[in-house]
C-alpha cells in the first residue's frame, strides 16, 4: 500500500484546514521503477494514466484502490526487474502523489513480456 507523499499531505492538509484551496489533478500516472529505486527507462516505458480508484468507503475509510485494469503493454526491451511504484500528476514530471512503495514481489521484465495490474492491485492509503 502505498501512502501519501508529502505533496499530497501538505496539499490536503491546507485544504481541509481552509489555508489555501487544492485542485485535484486532471490526471494521475503510474510509474513504475527498478531496484534503488529509479523509474523504469527503457523503449515504450511511460507512465500509464489510471484516473480509475474506489471512492473511500465508511468500512475503511483511509484505502482506495484502482477499479481498472493498468496496462503498460509489453516491454519492447529488457526493462529489468521492477520493484515500486508511485503516483504521479504528470506523464513526465510533475508532483509525486504517493509515496514510491514496493512492489509485493518484484518482477523481471524481458522484452514482449506483458506489464499490466488489475483491478485492485495497487491501493494507496491515507496515513
Same mark, same amino acid.
Given at each position: 500500500?502505498?501512502?501519501?507523499?508529502r505533496y499530497s499531505q501538505r496539499k490536503l492538509l491546507d485544504h481541509v484546514l481552509k489555508t489555501s484551496a487544492y485542485t485535484?489533478? %486532471? &490526471? !494521475?500516472?503510474?510509474a513504475l521503477f527498478n531496484a534503488g529505486p529509479t523509474e523504469c527507462v527503457g523503449t515504450a516505458y511511460a507512465r500509464e494514466?489510471?484516473?480509475?480508484? @474506489?471512492?473511500? &468507503? @465508511?468500512? /475503511? #475509510?483511509?484505502?482506495?484502490? +484502482? %477499479?481498472?485494469? !493498468?496496462?503498460?503493454?509489453?516491454?519492447?526491451? @529488457?526493462?529489468?526487474?521492477?520493484?515500486?511504484?508511485?503516483?504521479? /500528476?504528470? #506523464?513526465?514530471?510533475?508532483? =509525486? =502523489?504517493?509515496? !514510491?512503495?514496493?512492489? %509485493?514481489?518484484?518482477?523481471?521484465? +524481458?522484452?514482449? /513480456?506483458?506489464?499490466?495490474?488489475?483491478?485492485? @492491485? =495497487?491501493?494507496?492509503?491515507?496515513?
Amino acid at each position: 500500500m502505498a501512502g501519501f507523499s508529502r505533496y499530497s499531505q501538505r496539499k490536503l492538509l491546507d485544504h481541509v484546514l481552509k489555508t489555501s484551496a487544492y485542485t485535484p489533478p %486532471t &490526471s !494521475i500516472h503510474v510509474a513504475l521503477f527498478n531496484a534503488g529505486p529509479t523509474e523504469c527507462v527503457g523503449t515504450a516505458y511511460a507512465r500509464e494514466q489510471c484516473d480509475v480508484w @474506489d471512492a473511500a &468507503s @465508511d468500512a /475503511d #475509510p483511509s484505502v482506495a484502490a +484502482n %477499479t481498472g485494469v !493498468i496496462d503498460f503493454g509489453n516491454g519492447a526491451v @529488457d526493462w529489468g526487474t521492477l520493484t515500486h511504484f508511485a503516483l504521479y /500528476d504528470d #506523464p513526465t514530471a510533475g508532483n =509525486l =502523489l504517493s509515496d !514510491i512503495t514496493a512492489l %509485493t514481489a518484484p518482477k523481471v521484465i +524481458n522484452a514482449g /513480456d506483458p506489464v499490466s495490474f488489475p483491478a485492485g @492491485d =495497487l491501493e494507496v492509503t491515507l496515513d
